[in-house]
């Protein structure tokens, strides 16, 4: 009897470690693997954004690289198009925009959308009634100016940056370093430098 018990105990005591054990794995850091990750889905988007599924993703070159550039995801921008705008020019890497945008993280456990780090509007995009951002194009990072400079008024984008075209190995404020970024942007207008 006292074998069936000391059995007993020792299989509870190894469920219970077990549990434990799960647990643990499943507090994993929020940020593990991070760059590794980054990559990954960079990857995977830069693989849909080639085959062009549903007809409606662009790719471009990094702004201010030249076409010997081989082809390597991280300079490379990659645009799905949910709406087009009727606008028929686009701004210039110095131009002042007007936008509406939000910009996330890749999702995680905790964020299956993506952790929000920045926006210019709460709720769901409504172009009628969002206050668009005023922002230099010069002053944003690569990847960004790269959709910006390709987009026309009305254009309603989601824009995924791969962490090198973003804020790279350091990050920035909220941006861990090795954060690829996923942007829902909206140009609003664009003023172009020396107009009123």
């Known amino acids: 009897m006292k074998i069936q018990n000391l059995k007993a105990l020792l299989l509870l005591l190894m469920a219970a470690f077990a549990v434990v054990s799960c647990d643990e794995t499943d507090e994993a850091g ?10 990954a889905f960079i990857d995977s988007i830069a693989n849909v954004a080639r085959t062009n599924a549903g007809g409606n993703w ?3 070159l990094a702004y201010g690289l030249v076409d010997t550039v081989k082809w390597s995801n991280e300079y ?3 645009c799905q198009v949910l709406e087009s705008g009727d606008g028929t020019s686009m701004p210039h890497y110095n131009d002042t925009v007007k936008v509406n945008y ?17 926006q210019s509007y709460r709720g769901e995009l409504d172009p009628e009634v969002n206050v668009p951002a005023v922002l230099n194009l010069a002053g944003c990072v690569r ?12 254009d309603v984008w989601r824009v995924y940056i791969p962490y090198e075209l973003g804020y790279g190995k350091d990050g920035y404020s909220a941006i861990p ?3 690829a970024l ?3 942007m909206n140009l609003v207008d664009f003023s172009q430098v020396g107009s009123n």
Request: net charge positive; charged share 25%; no cysteine.
């Open 30 to 39: 929020e940020f593990d693997n991070w760059k590794a990750r980054n990559i």
């Open 58 to 60: 662009k790719t471009f």
């Open 76 to 78: 490379y921008v990659y």
């Open 102 to 118: 939000r910009g996330r993280l890749i999702p995680t456990k905790n964020y299956p959308n993506g952790y929000v780090f920045d």
């Open 143 to 154: 990847g960004w100016t790269t959709a910006m400079t390709e987009m026309v008024k009305g």
């Open 177 to 179: 370093a090795y954060s």
């Open 182 to 184: 996923v942007f829902d």
